[in-house]
């Protein structure tokens, strides 16, 4: 039992030392102002200091010529560390499943009544190439008259093996007004929408893509809606359609 105790101290006590050598390079300072930096592979009490350098030679030093050894960052770990990162090729998805989430901004209206309806999208479709990806989109779009749920079918591709893609961007369906407190305004029937643009695929290194795109997006609305009389009689019941439409600002993370 006594063994066993002593065992498990051990590990708790010597595992740091040995972790603190991930990212760490043994450093020898020589009495003459020289720094050598490796690994060292034999050290004998009062004899010699046996080094492996980065390139691979050995070097080896009488314990008289040095002054301290110490453990120290690695600056050339640090060094090729930095430069693989800014070397590092963005990811580029050539086919297969994808996915979308996005935020719009839909502009539109005059000078004295300029409107910016916020809509969230999901986006789910199959990339055949970089140039050809086609799929459906659904999620939460606000207008002035009413909150809308589009079903959408979309097509969308972007120039290849680029960090910078030129992107275009195409989809088409129909979206179904929801309830408003406005005027007691209810949903009519389901209505044309869609919206065609162009913008800019980035590729990133963590197999993610940004999709940065503006575009011109219309939504048709039927609405029915219910006037109170004032003198408690039946309410006055019109039916009337609106457009919905302007430039689209969309910014999208695609994975």
Known sequence: MRIWLIFFVSLFIIGPLFAQKAG?????YLK????IRGEIVEQEVRGTVKIVLLGGSILVYEQS???IITQEPSIYREIIRQRNKRFRRPFFRQQGVTYGIGFQFLSHGSTWNWRLDPALSLRIGYRFKPQLEV???TGI???SSGLVIPAYVFLKGQQAQK???LAYMAEAGTGVFGIS????TTAF???????LGGGLAIHTTKRLEWWLLVSYKFQRAYLRREWPDPFGREPTISEQRIWHQGINYQIELAF
């Open 24 to 28: 760490y390079e043994d450093v020898i």
């Open 32 to 35: 003459n102002g020289s720094v």
């Open 65 to 67: 010529d040095i002054e």
């Open 135 to 137: 799929g459906g989109s």
């Open 141 to 143: 779009h606000m207008y």
């Open 163 to 165: 960090k910078f893609a």
């Open 181 to 184: 407190t406005q005027f007691n």
């Open 189 to 195: 029937r389901p209505s044309l929408a869609g919206q």
